[in-house]
């Protein structure tokens, strides 16, 4: 499309005869005279005016598959852009000069860049590229100084922009963000996933965030980790985690710092676990039968440690086979040890003859055990 031009009428009515009622030759009415004077200028005219209405009017779309340069040609157009990774240039402003004007329209969901000829040259009053996100169209417009571009539309972005962002700066140690816990039961395993708010994987747009202890012990302060990717642990089937057969119980989930300083998820039938300290892992397998280890996919030794929440389930028949669904998951980042979690039955043994104490499931080796003995004394005879 061009901008339209206008027309001017050539050789209307030249060099007309006297009109003075002379009979001559020159005053003759012929047609031959009339209509190149006449007629013949009004038909160029008029076939001009529709060129030049067809040009600047007829605007139908033009289609782009590669990268191009935007420039006069595309004045006033509708200009239709698909395909990954293109660079739509904006040729020099001054040169378009100021009322130049297109619209790019996306049709696919592929995001569009939409650069500059002239570096000089401001989108929106700002020297940068910008997006043109997918499905989505922009008026673009040369501004009246004629040094740069204005864009109107909803969503665009300069590419330096970030359009998700988290903000650590003067959050807390407890800081724990965008997370929960997808427990999932299946032949006789249980697979453990962390995953965002939403229920999705974490990505590196899209990640969980949790404030750790640092990795120096004599280092008072606290670190900010990141899951950026999708993270689980599966307790085999054999693995008991210290669970006896039908028994329910509550499994702990824990972040822990990888050897790459992101985070992976660790379990324990305890969560009796200082987080001040650091702690080693065990790799889970299907001997993983304590209730006071912490188990993870890979060992690590000497790492920070962040409780993340729990599950409440169910054993199989069999001690170490994950025959049921959980019946309550939760996320907490702080630790659930003093409101719960052992049932009366766990915390408490009554023995009214002799008997074998047996350590319950959810209390660390290093749990302190309570003794109580109430006896009665025997009656004295009358003499």
């Known amino acids: 499309m061009a901008r339209y031009s206008s027309v001017t009428v050539s050789g209307y009515n030249s060099v007309p005869p006297a009109d003075d009622g002379t009979v001559s030759e020159a005053n003759k009415v012929k047609w031959s005279t009339q209509k190149t004077k006449l007629t013949d200028p009004l038909n160029t005219a008029i076939a001009a005016i529709n060129t030049n209405l067809v040009s600047a009017f007829d605007i139908g779309p033009t289609a782009l598959t590669l990268s191009t340069t935007l420039g006069a040609t595309h004045y006033g157009d509708f200009v239709q852009t698909s395909g990954a990774s293109l660079t739509h240039t904006l040729t020099d402003a001054a040169t378009l000069g100021a009322g130049w004007h297109t619209y790019l329209v996306s049709t696919d969901a592929n995001d569009v860049t939409i650069g500059r ?3 000089a040259d401001t989108i929106n009053g700002t020297a940068a ?3 043109l996100y997918g499905n989505t ?5 040369v501004n009246a100084a004629g040094n740069g571009f204005i864009i109107d539309h909803g969503r665009i972005s300069n590419n330096t922009f970030t359009p998700i962002q988290f903000f650590t700066a003067g959050i807390g140690p407890n800081y724990l963000q965008n997370i929960s816990i997808l427990p999932s039961a299946a032949s006789k ?3 453990v996933a962390l995953k965002t708010k939403a229920g999705t994987d974490p990505t590196a747009t899209d990640f969980i965030h949790q404030a750790y202890r640092h990795t120096t012990l004599t280092n008072g302060t606290y670190e900010i980790r990141t899951l950026a990717a999708a993270a689980s642990i599966v307790v085999p089937s054999g693995a008991t985690l210290g669970f006896t057969a039908s028994q329910t119980g509550y499994i702990y989930v824990y972040g822990h710092v990888s050897a790459t300083g992101a985070i992976v998820p660790v379990v324990s039938g305890s969560n ?3 987080e001040g300290a650091l702690h080693s892992t065990t790799t889970i397998s299907a001997t993983a039968d304590s209730g006071s280890v912490l188990y993870a996919t890979t060992a690590r030794t000497d790492a920070p440690l962040r ?7 169910q054993t199989g028949a069999i001690a170490g086979e994950w025959d049921n669904q959980h019946t309550e998951v939760h996320v907490s980042g702080v630790s659930d040890k003093d409101t719960d979690e052992m049932t009366a039955a766990q915390r408490v043994q009554s023995f009214t003859a002799s008997g074998t104490w047996t350590k319950p499931s959810a209390a660390a080796t290093t749990d302190r055990v309570l003794i109580q003995a109430w006896g009665g004394g025997g009656g004295g005879g009358g003499g």
């Open 117 to 119: 000829a002239t570096g």
């Open 129 to 131: 590229n910008i997006t």
């Open 137 to 141: 169209v922009a008026r673009i417009f």
């Open 189 to 191: 395993a249980l697979t």
């Open 272 to 274: 009796n676990w200082d």
């Open 307 to 313: 409780y993340i929440g729990r599950i409440k389930i």
